[in-house]
């Protein structure tokens, strides 16, 4: 912005600039008057003064293109500063244009009445009578003169020279002198002994004598005295003339000098008359317009400077407007204006301090709410929070993986849509659903339910959330998967009796099984072979189921016992292999379907191959006619961490969904013979494995089972 | 008009010159050389007007010999003539002041101009100035001198076209 280039904040300087103005006008002025010796510097001070003009007129010029700008673009304080420009150049320009229009209407009825017709016959009468009076001098000198030539008539040079000073003495003359038309001087006679040579002619002089053959003028060339030059020629001789020089005298060269000069003065003051209008019209237009033009470009300064505070404001009430708290103004002047802007920013202080501890405020709730967040994130337990109408606000990464659902992507829906779109969890959803709705206080419920990986068993509580003011603003429901809980507690509790059998009830086995051989052993030949017969059968009898009583107990504590796993590195897919080379003579036929592509596992080999068998066997006991196998083997990724699936499909009788929920659990079986341990053990020798087992449910074709073990990666641990 | 006086000095070089050289030569004096020129005056009738009216007019004559360079050649020798020309209304005569403060009166004005046609140098060029073989330049130019008017009358001398007195410089080349 031009306004912001030409600084000019200081008193000084503007001082100084009139200070200047009024020195340039004030020797203008003086300039005019005829005797001043600035009268040289006249059209320089004209020229300097109209630069100067000029200058100014730009600044103005500037200044106000600069504020046309600001009044386009609307900026802060333009209308204000325009209202009061318009203002301050009208109250300069109307007095100053009067005075200017009467001072010019003074200044010329002034100087015409300097001249009138009286002054001017006056002069000219004056100028005239003295003319008039040199002119009857001059005609009495040349009737003198032809009288002193007429003397000289016919005379030789040598009586010339002789008569010449009689008639000198004779006459009023200063001198007299004769020459030859060649300019030759025959004779001369002065007043003045110094002067040996005349005053002769010049070469003008010379020209008029020469076309008129006589001059006569007065000669004012000399300073001190006018003389009256009079040539004649000498009667009968045409190629001499006489000179005589007639002094004037002082008084009445005095008095000519005089008129001539107020002639002079007069004349030139007429002749300058228009020009000597139009100079002081000029000057006090220049005047006028260094005047105006340096108090409307001070105007122009000081209104801004005025302004300035307000603009301030108004920019600062719009940053504020805005959001930009951090205004400060600058105070300037320590007057109401000052106040106004101290005020301000006072106002803004209070307000960005106020920001800022409501903002301190809300990131202290934000980094609570992160906390509260991270450790929801982090928690077991699935968490899931609703709003007043249950729609799900809030879901944990535990919920994900107890449920196997991204709860947190359905956040603004209830769990109705949600059991929509996961018909194989909709039952579990719905009774969440009606629990939350029903409930007005804590609640807490086990639901099962067949997840994806088999049964699950979820613990769930509930509580509805309630606003000062009493009103039901949303619940939150917790919720644990606890199948694995239930699992080691019913392996603890089956643990505690496989102990308790081998000790209360293996220790008699072995008494009861001897005393029986010991009755048979006594007995057998003091008894009647009928009886003997009867004893023998009934021993036997007894020790068979002794000893099955044994084995039972056997594999009861077998199974409740800790494993020793002999653990290795091998490829799950050639134990396989091994154990189905096993049954290819028992008529079963196998399906393999390997996908997988890296198969390598870190498992106890004697374990798995019981595992395999295990299964295998399960399947051809539960399978009538021909028996048939499916096993595919895949890799899965569930938790960030590979899998190696397994699943082994029979074309059996298939599971029901009583036995789906205990199908592992020991003593658990559908089959006349068997110990029902087969498939607890199983599942007992994954878990080991940091593996899982299930019931595929969705197999209908007969019984499936899915087996995954964490597949073996290089640099991981165990 | 303030745009007038701001363009001036452009307006002054557009002067059609109503003063013209005529000649000018260099002629070898007694002691050295010596510049005669010969100027043509010619007064607009508002210069005759003001002259009769008793304002005097003055001129100054320019003298210079200059080598030519460039653009502008050193000036090996200057010389400024004054000659003033005034009317005395009571004996009907022109006065002519000449650079030595001698007064000439002459009955009539061409007379006077006659009399300022051939300035008359003070100052005689020393031949040790001039060096043989080698080429100068003579300039000569008579301004008209406004600031010698009275002082109403000088803006519109500079800025009136009858006031333009002034001759053009006049340059002739010189072989020594």
């Known amino acids: ?718 | 008009m303030l745009l007038w006086l701001v363009l001036l000095p452009a307006i002054s070089c557009a002067d059609p010159s109503s003063t013209e050289i005529r000649h000018a030569e260099l002629i070898d004096h007694h002691d050295g050389y010596q510049i005669e020129t010969e100027i043509d005056y010619q007064l607009s009738a508002t210069a005759k007007e003001a002259l009769d009216k008793g304002i005097p007019l003055a001129w100054d004559v320019y003298l210079e010999i200059r080598r030519p360079g460039f653009l502008w050649g050193p000036t090996l020798y200057k010389d400024k003539l004054r000659y003033t020309l005034q009317y005395h209304a009571l004996l009907k005569q022109y006065a002519v002041k000449d650079p030595r403060g001698n007064s000439e009166m002459f009955l009539t004005l061409t007379a006077a101009l006659n009399f300022m046609s051939l300035p008359h140098p003070i100052r005689v060029i020393d031949y040790q100035l001039l060096e043989s073989g080698k080429r100068y330049q003579l300039a000569v130019r008579s301004k008209f001198n406004r600031e010698q008017l009275p002082v109403p009358l000088r803006p519109f001398a500079y800025l009136d076209s009858r006031w333009f007195l002034s001759s053009s410089w006049f340059l002739w080349p010189i072989q020594k």
Not at chain 1, 8 to 29: C, E, H, K, R, Y
Not at chain 1, 143 to 167: C, D, H, M
Not at chain 1, 441 to 456: A, H, K, M, T, Y
């Open chain 1, 1 to 718: 912005m031009a306004y912001s280039k030409i600084k000019l904040p200081a008193s000084a300087s503007i001082l100084l600039l009139f200070g200047f103005v009024l020195l340039s006008l004030q020797l203008m002025s003086s300039a005019t008057q005829e005797s001043s010796e600035l009268g040289e510097l006249y059209s320089w001070l004209l020229v300097i003064n109209t630069l100067g003009s000029i200058i100014l007129l730009g600044l103005v010029a500037v200044n106000a293109y600069s504020l046309v700008r600001e009044l386009k673009k609307k900026e802060a304080g333009s209308k204000l500063t325009t209202r009061m420009i318009s203002l301050f150049v009208l109250l300069a320009l109307a007095p100053a244009a009067i005075v200017f229009y009467f001072s010019v209407q003074f200044l010329h009825q002034g100087i015409d009445s300097w001249f009138n017709v009286e002054i001017d016959r006056a002069m000219d009468d004056a100028l005239e009578l003295s003319q008039s009076s040199l002119a009857q001098r001059m005609n009495w000198h040349i009737k003198q003169t032809r009288q002193i030539a007429s003397k000289l008539n016919n005379q030789s040079e040598t009586s010339i020279a002789l008569e010449i000073g009689n008639l000198w003495r004779d006459s009023e003359a200063m001198e007299i002198a004769v020459f030859s038309s060649q300019g030759h001087i025959v004779a001369s006679s002065s007043a003045n002994p110094s002067d040996i040579l005349p005053h002769l002619p010049d070469e003008q002089v010379w020209l008029q004598l020469r076309q008129n053959k006589e001059y006569y003028a007065y000669d004012a060339s000399d300073t001190d005295q006018m003389v009256a030059r009079i040539i004649e020629p000498i009667a009968g001789d045409q190629s001499r003339f006489v000179q005589v020089l007639y002094p004037v005298p002082v008084r009445v060269t005095d008095l000519a000098d005089s008129i001539e000069f107020a002639f002079i003065r007069y004349q030139e003051m007429t002749y300058l008359r228009d020009s000597l209008k139009t100079s002081f019209s000029l000057i006090l237009l220049l005047v006028l317009l260094l005047s105006l033009l340096a108090a409307i470009w001070v105007a122009f300064i000081s209104i801004r400077n005025i302004v300035a505070p307000v603009k301030d404001l108004v920019k600062g009430t719009q940053a504020v407007a805005s959001g930009d708290y951090q205004q400060q103004l600058p105070i300037t002047n320590q007057d109401d204006l000052g106040f106004l802007v101290e005020s301000f920013n006072q106002m803004t202080k209070r307000i960005a301090r106020s920001r800022d501890e409501t903002r301190i405020a809300g990131l202290e709730v934000e980094n609570q709410r992160a906390y509260l967040e991270t450790i929801l994130a982090n928690l077991t337990a699935g968490v899931i929070s609703f709003d007043g109408n249950f729609y799900i606000r809030t879901a944990n990464q535990a919920a994900y993986r107890i449920l196997h659902i991204p709860v947190s992507h359905f956040v603004g829906q209830t769990l109705l849509t949600l059991s929509v779109k996961h018909a194989e969890l909709a039952d579990i959803l719905i009774v969440i659903q009606g629990l939350l709705e029903q409930a007005d206080d804590i609640w807490e419920q086990r639901i099962v339910f067949l997840g994806p990986n088999g049964r699950q068993e979820l613990l769930c509580r509930g509580t509805p959330l309630f606003s000062q003011d009493g009103k039901r603003v949303g619940a939150v429901v917790v919720f644990d998967d606890v199948t694995d809980l239930i699992q080691a507690q019913k392996n603890a509790a089956w643990g505690e009796v496989a102990r308790r059998l081998a000790h209360e009830i293996k220790n008699p086995l072995t008494p009861i099984q001897l005393s029986a051989e010991r009755l048979q052993h006594k007995l057998a030949k003091e008894l009647p072979d009928t009886s003997a017969e009867f004893l023998q059968r009934g021993t036997r009898t007894i020790v068979q189921q002794v000893e099955a009583m044994k084995r039972m107990v056997d594999d009861f504590a077998e199974y409740a016992k800790p494993s020793k796993k002999q653990v290795e590195r091998i490829n799950l897919l050639d134990l396989i292999q091994e154990v189905l080379a096993l049954y290819m003579q028992s008529g079963v036929v196998f399906k393999t379907a390997f996908s997988s592509h890296r198969a390598i596992v870190e498992v106890d080999p004697v374990s798995i191959r019981q595992v395999l068998h295990n299964l295998i066997k399960n399947a051809l006991e539960a399978t009538s006619e021909k028996c048939q196998i499916e096993i595919k083997v895949s890799n899965v990724v569930r938790n960030n961490v590979e899998y190696l699936e397994l699943g082994m499909y029979d074309n059996g009788n298939g599971l029901n969904a009583e036995q789906i929920e205990t199908i592992f659990e020991p003593y658990v079986t559908s089959k006349a013979k068997g110990t029902g341990l087969g498939l607890a053990i199983v599942k007992k020798i994954i878990e080991e494995h940091g593996g899982a087992i299930w019931v595929d449910t969705s197999y209908n074709d007969g019984a499936g089972f899915v087996i995954q073990l964490p597949v073996f990666e290089l640099g991981k641990k165990p």
